[in-house]
C-alpha cells in the first residue's frame, strides 16, 4: 500500500509565486550590451589627461615658436569623451590626419591639425602677421607639407616627453591622411577621448590641434594614470617656477614709443590753432617703453605696410630666479 503526500497551503501559495516570477522573465527580451564600449562609464584617466595636456601646451608654445617665428599662444582645453564617428563628422573634409603608433598604448594615437593653422604658419615663417587668407583648402602646397612635418614631428616629441612621466612611450608614424572618412583610430561607435589644443599665431585666428585616444586603451593603463592626478602636489620649486614663468610670459602689456620731445613755452601752446606747424627731430635711435622704463633703443622702419621698430640694442634685465 503506497503512501501519499500532500502540499501544504504555503508549499502550494510558494510554488504558484515562482511560476509568476517565471512568466515575467520570459515577457522581458533580452537587449544586447557590449563590455567596454559605453562611453558614459566614468574615465578615471581624465584628471591625469588634463594635468599632462597642460603641460604638453607649455611645451607647444617653446617647440612651435622656431616655426612660426612668432611666439604663439597654446590653450589647453579640458579632455572630453564622446564616440569616433560624432568626433569625425565635427571635422571639416580636408584636414591632416595622423595615426601614430604609440607603444605600449594599445590602438595609437591619432593626431589632428586644422589646415588653416598650417596657412598661418606658412604665414608667419615668412615675415607675415600669421593670417590665413579664408581660402577653400584642397591640398597642401610643398613648403605647407614641410611645415606640416615639422609641426608633427614637434607635436609627437611634446607627448612622448609628457607621457614618460607616466611610463616610457615610443612613436613611430603608422600612417597620414587628408580625409576624415579615412581615419581610423578605432570603429565608428567606440569612444575616444579628446585632448585639444587652441593655438594662436601672430594676430591670426586661433586654429585646433586634436590629439585622439581610444578609450579602450586608456582603461587599460587607467590606474598608472589616475595615480598622476595629485602629482602638482609634490612639484619642486624648479617646476613652480617654469608653471609661473609660462603664466607670466602671456601677460599683455602696453609698449610705446617717443619719436620726439619738442619743447614749447607756455604762451605757444595757449597761442596753438590748427594749420600751426612743431618742428621736431626725430633720432636715429628711438626709445621702447614698458610702464615709464625703458627697455630698449631701436630704429623706425616699416614691415608689411605698417610702421615698425627694429630692436637694436636691449636694456639689462633681471631673470626670476
Given at each position: 500500500?503506497?503512501k501519499?503526500?500532500?502540499?501544504?497551503?504555503?508549499?502550494?501559495?510558494?510554488?504558484?509565486?515562482?511560476?509568476?516570477?517565471?512568466?515575467?522573465m520570459?515577457?522581458?527580451?533580452?537587449?544586447?550590451?557590449?563590455?567596454?564600449?559605453?562611453?558614459?562609464?566614468?574615465?578615471?584617466?581624465?584628471?591625469?589627461?588634463?594635468?599632462?595636456s597642460?603641460?604638453?601646451?607649455?611645451?607647444?608654445?617653446?617647440r612651435?615658436?622656431?616655426?612660426s617665428?612668432?611666439?604663439p599662444?597654446?590653450s589647453?582645453?579640458?579632455?572630453?569623451?564622446?564616440?569616433?564617428?560624432?568626433?569625425?563628422?565635427?571635422?571639416?573634409?580636408?584636414?591632416?590626419?595622423?595615426l601614430?603608433?604609440?607603444?605600449p598604448?594599445?590602438?595609437?594615437?591619432?593626431?589632428?591639425?586644422?589646415?588653416?593653422?598650417?596657412?598661418?604658419?606658412?604665414d608667419?615663417?615668412?615675415?607675415?602677421?600669421?593670417?590665413?587668407?579664408?581660402?577653400?583648402?584642397?591640398?597642401?602646397?610643398?613648403?605647407?607639407?614641410?611645415?606640416?612635418?615639422?609641426?608633427?614631428?614637434?607635436l609627437?616629441?611634446?607627448?612622448?616627453?609628457?607621457?614618460?612621466?607616466?611610463?616610457?612611450?615610443?612613436?613611430?608614424?603608422?600612417?597620414?591622411?587628408?580625409?576624415t572618412?579615412?581615419?581610423s583610430?578605432?570603429?565608428?561607435?567606440?569612444?575616444?577621448?579628446?585632448?585639444?589644443?587652441?593655438i594662436?599665431?601672430?594676430?591670426?585666428?586661433?586654429?585646433?590641434?586634436?590629439?585622439?585616444?581610444?578609450?579602450?586603451?586608456?582603461?587599460?593603463?587607467?590606474?598608472?594614470?589616475?595615480?598622476?592626478i595629485?602629482?602638482?602636489?609634490g612639484?619642486?620649486?624648479?617646476?613652480?617656477?617654469?608653471?609661473?614663468?609660462?603664466a607670466?610670459?602671456?601677460?599683455?602689456?602696453?609698449?610705446?614709443?617717443?619719436?620726439?620731445?619738442?619743447?614749447?613755452?607756455i604762451?605757444?601752446?595757449?597761442?596753438?590753432?590748427?594749420?600751426?606747424?612743431?618742428?621736431?627731430?626725430?633720432?636715429?635711435?628711438?626709445?621702447?617703453?614698458?610702464?615709464g622704463?625703458?627697455?630698449?633703443?631701436?630704429?623706425?622702419?616699416?614691415?608689411?605696410?605698417?610702421?615698425?621698430?627694429?630692436?637694436?640694442?636691449?636694456?639689462?634685465?633681471?631673470?626670476?630666479?
Open positions: 500500500m503506497s501519499t503526500s500532500s502540499l501544504s497551503g504555503e508549499e502550494v501559495a510558494a510554488l504558484m509565486d515562482e511560476l509568476s516570477e517565471a512568466a515575467a520570459q515577457s522581458v527580451s533580452p537587449q544586447p550590451f557590449s563590455f567596454g564600449s559605453d562611453p558614459l562609464r566614468p574615465l578615471a584617466a581624465i584628471p591625469a589627461l588634463d594635468r599632462m597642460e603641460r604638453a601646451g607649455r611645451k607647444l608654445r617653446e612651435i615658436e622656431p616655426i617665428r612668432i611666439k599662444r597654446v589647453a582645453e579640458p579632455v572630453s569623451v564622446l564616440r569616433f564617428e560624432d568626433w569625425k563628422v565635427a571635422q571639416p573634409e580636408f584636414t591632416s590626419i595622423s601614430y603608433r604609440f607603444r598604448l594599445k590602438g595609437g594615437v591619432l593626431v589632428a591639425v586644422a589646415p588653416d593653422l598650417v596657412g598661418r604658419l606658412v608667419a615663417f615668412y615675415g607675415g602677421l600669421g593670417i590665413h587668407s579664408e581660402r577653400v583648402v584642397k591640398e597642401f602646397t610643398p613648403t605647407e607639407e614641410r611645415l606640416l612635418t615639422r609641426l608633427s614631428e614637434a609627437i616629441e611634446t607627448l612622448v616627453e609628457v607621457w614618460s612621466e607616466v611610463m616610457p612611450v615610443k612613436a613611430q608614424l603608422s600612417s597620414r591622411e587628408t580625409n572618412a579615412y581615419a583610430l578605432v570603429p565608428a561607435g567606440e569612444p575616444v577621448a579628446v585632448a585639444r589644443f587652441t594662436t599665431i601672430g594676430q591670426g585666428r586661433p586654429s585646433i590641434i586634436d590629439i585622439i585616444y581610444p578609450v579602450v586603451a586608456l582603461r587599460a593603463i587607467e590606474g598608472q594614470l589616475a595615480a598622476k595629485h602629482d602638482d602636489g612639484m619642486t620649486g624648479s617646476e613652480w617656477r617654469e608653471r609661473l614663468n609660462a607670466l610670459g602671456e601677460v599683455r602689456i602696453e609698449a610705446r614709443s617717443v619719436l620726439a620731445r619738442p619743447t614749447l613755452s604762451s605757444e601752446v595757449l597761442g596753438l590753432k590748427t594749420g600751426d606747424v612743431i618742428p621736431i627731430s626725430v633720432p636715429a635711435m628711438v626709445p621702447l617703453l614698458v610702464a622704463r625703458q627697455i630698449a633703443l631701436g630704429k623706425i622702419g616699416e614691415q608689411d605696410g605698417r610702421a615698425a621698430l627694429k630692436v637694436e640694442k636691449v636694456e639689462g634685465r633681471r631673470s626670476v630666479q
